[in-house]
């Protein structure tokens, strides 16, 4: 059973940088896209980005800006670095699996989520 | 960007009745949708991929429908475990939008 653990802190200053971590137990690595979604406060899902084995990624244009995504293969392991934070960049951060059967891609496994809160 | 938009943002409604919630691509999108479900303090789940496929393990009472534009997500009979609020999302082109929620709340 494939799981997804994240991590990382949950409270930022403004403008500082945003870092989480997904890990990826019990499953191949180099056959999906591992991608980034947030919730913030009261409001609906936003995708962020994703990131394949390979280092390929689709920002949301929205961030792509402020957003870099990496992936350490060698720990089944890939990252999200948002840069210069404000308060409308709370909310609760998952990460999750995206899979691709016959080109219909979709989300299926997803980390339990961490709420990162900027503030003074 | 493809604008998703849901209809409607809420709805009351009892164990056993039949539920449906639209949701509406701004430009086509082929069959390139999914359904997923959110309960408070949980991970969203997926219900229903390429508008119409039900994931494995995923209850036979959810069903989707629709292609283009239009789509449909069915609950036939309500239970008490499905109050919660339910996403459409486009995976035609990216960036990959969700609709704005719908939450099924218990009347």
């Known amino acids: 059973q494939v799981q997804l653990q994240q991590w990382g802190a949950g409270l930022r200053k403004p403008s500082a940088t945003l870092s989480l971590t997904c890990a990826v137990y019990?499953?191949?690595?180099?056959?999906?896209?591992w991608t980034w979604i947030r919730q913030p406060p009261g409001k609906g899902l936003e995708w962020i980005g994703e990131?394949?084995?390979?280092?390929?990624?689709n920002y949301n244009p929205s961030l792509e800006s402020r957003v870099t995504m990496s992936v350490d293969m060698s720990k089944n392991q890939f990252s999200l670095k948002l840069r210069s934070v404000t308060a409308a960049d709370t909310a609760v951060y998952y990460c999750?699996?995206?899979?691709?059967?016959?080109?219909?891609?979709?989300?299926?496994?997803w980390g339990k989520g961490t709420t990162v809160t900027v503030s003074s | 960007d493809i604008q998703m938009t849901q209809s409607p943002s809420s709805l009351s409604a009892s164990v056993g009745d039949r539920v449906t919630i639209t949701c509406r691509a701004s430009?086509?999108?082929?069959?390139?949708l999914n359904w997923y479900q959110h309960k408070s303090g949980e991970a969203p789940k997926i219900l229903i991929y390429?508008?119409?496929s039900l994931h494995s393990g995923v209850p036979s009472r959810f069903s989707g429908s629709g292609s283009g534009t239009d789509f449909t997500l069915t609950i036939s009979s309500l239970q008490p475990e499905d109050f919660a609020t339910y996403y459409c999302?486009?995976?035609?082109?990216?960036?990959?939008?969700f609709g704005q929620g719908t939450k099924v709340e218990i009347k």
């Open positions: 999302q486009q995976t035609y082109s990216t960036p990959r939008t």
């Open positions: 019990g499953g191949s690595f180099s056959e999906y896209y």
């Open positions: 430009q086509s999108i082929s069959r390139y």
């Open positions: 390429a508008a119409s």
């Open positions: 990131i394949n084995h390979s280092g390929f990624t």
């Open positions: 999750a699996r995206g899979v691709i059967p016959l080109h219909y891609y979709y989300m299926d496994v």
